[in-house]
């Protein structure tokens, strides 16, 4: 197999696996189903590929639609609440434990 190929059904892999799992086993159906001459589980893994092919589809265009906000999201308040704690003073004496 060509490792192009192989990266670029990974990275679809990773982006959408719900649609891209559904769109393996109608893929998988549709070549048994061909293979042996069994027709309604060809139609079956037809159909099952176009229900991925159209999932995956709505769910490009809904990420699409959503345009993030430029205003910056601060998850934490802009001064701190509490009081800033002293820097400990360390010295350079060591002191044997007791």
Do not use: C
């Not at 197999?1 to 696996?17: D, G, H, L, Q």
């Not at 893929?27 to 590929?49: C, E, H, K, P, Q």
């Not at 509490?82 to 007791?98: D, G, I, T």
């Amino acid at each position: 197999m060509n490792a192009a190929w192989v990266r670029f059904v990974k990275s679809a892999y990773r982006k959408e696996p719900i649609s891209s799992f559904i769109l393996i086993v109608g893929a998988v159906d549709a070549a048994l189903g061909g293979l042996d001459n069994r027709w309604s589980l060809f139609s079956l893994g037809i159909g099952t590929v176009g229900l991925a092919i159209a999932l995956r589809w709505w769910l490009i265009q809904r990420s699409t639609a959503e345009v993030p906000s430029e205003v910056p999201q601060y998850y934490l308040p802009p001064t701190p609440s509490r009081p800033q704690l002293p820097n400990l003073n360390v010295s350079n004496k060591k002191h044997p434990p007791r």
